[in-house]
């Protein structure tokens, strides 16, 4: 079945993706099988979009779709029969029928691991979820996320300015940002290489409540399992690690104080017995491999001009003799953001980009909601 064929399944009324999924798994024949093994209501408008297209409803999906896709060579429509089509998701019980993307498909391939935590997290549950997805990137392993404010922003930035893939899967269309305030990552997502947003929603959707659980599913379905770094016991990543061990998918989670109400959801997740401890990417890499060894390329460095000449952090790694004073003294333990910054030393923006990232590689900085931070040092 072509891309034409999947947009009218996943339009047909009454139907559903569990609904639709149940019916692929008997292998009908495109469209007679379809025909006689649809409810009466679906077969009627699938029959008259065959005889009349022009007549059909469903025709205006296809059209609309079209339309969307000739804006631009990063557009996709993603289905089964697509090449690029990431099979784990069929292991699901109610995967989309179509996906739009929006982005670099290359981001699709190799392995994956969702990384999800709360909106509000501490600075160490923000420095902890750029350490893990750098050093994903730099395994390479793709970061699987929300591109929801906190840990899911922290981590995909963390990713991409590492030179390595991470996937946003959106609540809403792939040309909606929500968050709004998290504008520059949707660019960062749509427009550098190793980037891609996902969603099962035609472009032009808005984000509603009840997107964002069938989101999850995705997210955690897209991935070989999940980190989850910090979340309260009412969290919305407690979701996403229902969904993973449904799924049967390992989960992760990182250790956190008992006094941290931001981490008493993964303690308790740790006390129940449904997750994996984990201290570092090693130790996740060493449990998924018994399962998905097929998955888990050698080991990888990634290229990227910014790494190439980074040193490797160090306990007592000293000030980079390049980078002005200045730069660190306008840090402090409270966010800073990039054009304070930009404004105190001098620099261009780009070139402050750069020593923060060379800074934060070697454990001085950290960034979080709001700007940059100095990091305590031992």
Same mark, same amino acid.
């Given at each position: ?32 099988? %379809? ?32 339309? %969307? ?294 454990? %001085? ?6 700007? %940059? ?6």
């Amino acid at each position: 079945m072509d891309a034409q064929a999947w947009l009218v399944v996943n339009a047909l009324p009454g139907m559903g993706a569990l609904r639709i999924a149940q019916l692929v798994a008997r292998q009908p024949q495109w469209p007679e099988g %379809w025909l006689a093994a649809l409810p009466s209501r679906a077969a009627s408008e699938l029959r008259l979009w065959l005889e009349h297209p022009t007549r059909s409803s469903l025709q205006k999906v296809i059209d609309e779709t079209l339309a %969307w896709q000739q804006g631009g060579p990063s557009r996709h429509v993603l289905h089964r029969d697509h090449p690029a089509w990431p099979k784990l998701l069929n292991e699901l019980p109610d995967p989309p029928v179509v996906l739009w993307a929006l982005g670099d498909l290359g981001a699709l391939e190799g392995p994956k691991l969702a990384m999800v935590g709360t909106r509000r997290p501490t600075g160490e549950g923000t420095h902890n979820a750029q350490t893990f997805a750098r050093d994903l990137a730099h395994r390479g392993w793709c970061v699987v996320s929300g591109m929801a404010l906190g840990v899911d922003g922290v981590a995909q930035r963390a990713a991409l300015n590492a030179g390595g893939r991470t996937i946003g899967v959106l609540g809403c269309g792939v040309d909606v940002i929500y968050p709004a305030s998290n504008r520059d990552l949707y660019e960062q997502l749509s427009r550098q290489p190793g980037g891609l947003l996902l969603s099962e929603h035609p472009p032009g959707t808005r984000a509603r409540p009840a997107f964002f659980p069938r989101r999850n599913r995705i997210v955690t379905g897209l991935s070989l399992g999940t980190l989850v770094v910090e979340a309260t016991e009412r969290s919305g990543s407690l979701v996403s690690a229902r969904l993973t061990l449904e799924q049967d998918r390992e989960l992760f989670v990182l250790p956190g104080s008992l006094h941290n109400v931001q981490a008493r959801g993964c303690l308790s997740l740790l006390r129940k017995g449904s997750a994996h401890l984990a201290c570092s990417v090693d130790d996740i890499i060493a449990d998924l491999g018994h399962w998905a060894e097929a998955f888990i390329p050698p080991e990888v460095t990634i290229q990227h001009p910014l790494l190439e000449t980074a040193k490797k952090p160090t306990k007592e790694a000293p000030l980079p003799e390049s980078l002005p004073d200045s730069l660190l003294t306008s840090l402090s333990a409270t966010p800073t953001p990039i054009d304070t910054l930009v404004a105190a030393t001098g620099t261009s923006v780009s070139d402050c980009q750069q020593r923060l990232l060379m800074l934060e590689l070697d454990g %001085w900085v950290s960034q979080q909601a709001g700007g %940059w931070v100095r990091l305590p040092r031992p």
